[in-house]
């Protein structure tokens, strides 16, 4: 079984400063990726980065980067220089890669975004 | 190129009625999930297909919950006899296939109220 947690219901950020959101999971697999969407309030998913479990470095793309650390079992997010796009609900999600059956999403209950003017 | 796209984008039923919903997934996608989102909640998985044939439907919440994808592309997520718990979102992803990291595109998402 495959749990994510994000502990913040509600995070503010003034426009132009980094944010970190945070995400901690928990799995039996050796082998798994982890993810970021964003969704905004159009409803759409929207994926933003991946982290392999045996990536060694931290997966970046463009403002944001996964802050992994795997002996904590977190992946939390950052995105550097905020604007007001970037106000929406955020996912920390995971799958596992070993054993059979399906490839589905764990996802975790989000994190409310708001950047502030 | 079109992404996922789900029909109807909204859908009002009462107590008791059956609802249908649709998924169209990327063209060439093998590998196509369907999720419920319940409000403030994120996603939660519900089945998975791989061409036409379902190979995970441990998500689905009761027998009341069928879905189907006969010729490996179209997907269609049937409700039968709705209750008001079943008032979610119900979104549709599709990946090119299904193993190691492949990313999920998600349709809009169909929002289903039971009244």
């Known amino acids: 079984a495959q749990k994510i947690t994000q502990t913040q219901p509600g995070m503010f950020v003034q426009e132009k400063e980094a944010v970190t959101l945070d995400c901690t999971y928990d799995t039996s697999d050796p082998s798994y990726g982890l993810f970021w969407y964003k969704q905004p309030s159009s409803g759409e998913m929207i994926f933003l980065i991946y982290?392999?479990?045996?990536?060694?470095q931290n997966a970046t793309e463009g403002r944001y980067s996964l802050n992994f650390q795997k002996a904590r079992k977190s992946a939390n997010l950052v995105i550097s220089a905020s604007q007001l796009g970037d106000s929406a609900m955020y996912f920390c999600a995971m799958r596992g890669f070993s054993g059979a059956g399906s490839y589905q999403l764990t996802f975790g209950k989000g994190t409310k975004l708001s950047v502030i003017p | 190129g079109a992404g996922v796209s789900q029909s109807p984008r909204y859908k009002v039923a009462k107590r008791g009625q059956d609802v249908a919903l649709r998924c169209d997934p990327i063209s060439g996608h093998v590998s196509l999930f369907w999720y419920q989102q319940a409000l403030g909640q994120g996603p939660e998985f519900l089945t998975y297909f791989q061409n036409e044939a379902q190979l995970d439907k441990s998500g689905l919440p009761s027998d009341r919950f069928f879905a189907e994808r006969p010729e490996g592309s179209v997907s269609t997520l049937k409700i039968q006899r709705t209750q008001q718990e079943d008032s979610a979102v119900y979104l549709c992803?599709?990946?090119?296939?299904?193993?190691?990291?492949?990313?999920?595109?998600f349709g809009p998402g169909t929002r289903l109220t039971v009244l």
């Open positions: 992803a599709s990946t090119i296939q299904g193993g190691s990291y492949n990313e999920q595109f």
């Open positions: 982290q392999g479990s045996y990536d060694q």
